[in-house]
């Protein structure tokens, strides 16, 4: 585990989260649940570093920040669960199903966004506003920058992982299971838990308990995307 937190801390650029990610593409099979979400967030981390190189946020500095802090998060996760650790709440839905032959890919993906948007991305952006000594007011275009390119992964993600026509059946219950979980609510709640985290950053206690209820929530709501299905 001391390994594991050490490879994690040492993360400190895009491009090294570009090479853990990519690591990870190549010593997993390819139908793992973890690959599946894996693969989606290398996607949208070269993007980020395509559009950091072409000078498309207006501060880089800031915004290559908070990518790190967040992709800090994923990797943790990772870790902990391959070693001795034990992950987020949030993270051990997808974890504990990443082999489960009645969960579809499209699941896996979603599963990985809702933990890592609706729980890590909060925390990401304290650990940024602390690392940059700035207000969460500070990084909210680039919050947003990022937040819309995720919204388009993610409406790529439903096209490239759709099981087929099927799924145009009212009655598929995968079809339940989308319409139940939105990404662009998702990301509106992260903005308020950051901002409530940075004002609570001075009451240790009550920022630990939000936290914590922030982290069982996320994880239920992936526990429920995560549902086997019939094939």
């Given at each position: 585990?001391?390994?594991?937190?050490?490879?994690?801390?040492?993360?400190?650029?895009?491009?090294?989260?570009?090479?853990?990610?990519r690591a990870l593409d190549a010593a997993?099979?390819?139908?793992?649940?973890?690959?599946?979400?894996?693969?989606?967030?290398?996607?949208?981390?070269?993007?980020?570093?395509?559009?950091?190189?072409?000078?498309?946020?207006?501060?880089?500095?800031?915004?290559?920040?908070?990518?790190?802090?967040?992709?800090?998060?994923?990797?943790?996760?990772?870790?902990?669960?391959?070693?001795?650790?034990?992950?987020?709440?949030?993270?051990?839905?997808?974890?504990?199903?990443?082999?489960?032959?009645?969960?579809?890919?499209?699941?896996?993906?979603?599963?990985?966004?809702?933990?890592?948007?609706?729980?890590?991305?909060?925390?990401?952006?304290?650990?940024?506003?602390?690392?940059?000594?700035?207000?969460?007011?500070?990084?909210?275009?680039?919050?947003?920058?990022?937040?819309?390119?995720?919204?388009?992964?993610?409406?790529?993600?439903?096209?490239?992982?759709?099981?087929?026509?099927?799924?145009?059946?009212?009655?598929?219950?995968?079809?339940?299971?989308?319409?139940?979980?939105?990404?662009?609510?998702?990301?509106?709640?992260?903005?308020?838990?950051?901002?409530?985290l940075w004002a609570l950053r001075r009451l240790?206690?009550?920022?630990?308990?939000?936290?914590?209820?922030?982290?069982?929530?996320?994880?239920?709501?992936?526990?429920?995307?995560?549902?086997?299905?019939?094939?």
């Amino acid at each position: 585990m001391g390994q594991s937190a050490q490879l994690t801390h040492d993360v400190d650029t895009v491009d090294a989260v570009v090479a853990r990610m990519r690591a990870l593409d190549a010593a997993l099979p390819e139908r793992d649940g973890l690959a599946v979400f894996n693969r989606v967030y290398l996607a949208v981390t070269e993007e980020v570093g395509r559009r950091l190189a072409a000078g498309r946020f207006a501060d880089a500095r800031a915004a290559a920040t908070l990518d790190v802090r967040f992709a800090r998060r994923y990797l943790a996760a990772v870790d902990a669960a391959d070693g001795e650790g034990r992950p987020p709440a949030c993270w051990r839905p997808l974890f504990q199903f990443r082999r489960h032959p009645g969960v579809r890919p499209l699941q896996f993906a979603l599963a990985g966004i809702n933990a890592h948007i609706g729980h890590d991305l909060a925390l990401a952006v304290v650990d940024a506003c602390r690392a940059l000594g700035c207000e969460p007011a500070a990084l909210e275009d680039d919050f947003d920058r990022v937040g819309d390119l995720l919204v388009s992964l993610e409406e790529r993600v439903r096209e490239d992982l759709m099981p087929g026509p099927d799924l145009l059946q009212i009655a598929d219950p995968l079809t339940h299971l989308l319409g139940a979980w939105s990404l662009e609510k998702a990301r509106e709640a992260t903005w308020s838990a950051a901002r409530a985290l940075w004002a609570l950053r001075r009451l240790p206690d009550v920022a630990g308990e939000f936290t914590e209820r922030l982290d069982a929530a996320v994880g239920l709501a992936g526990r429920m995307l995560l549902t086997p299905l019939p094939d």
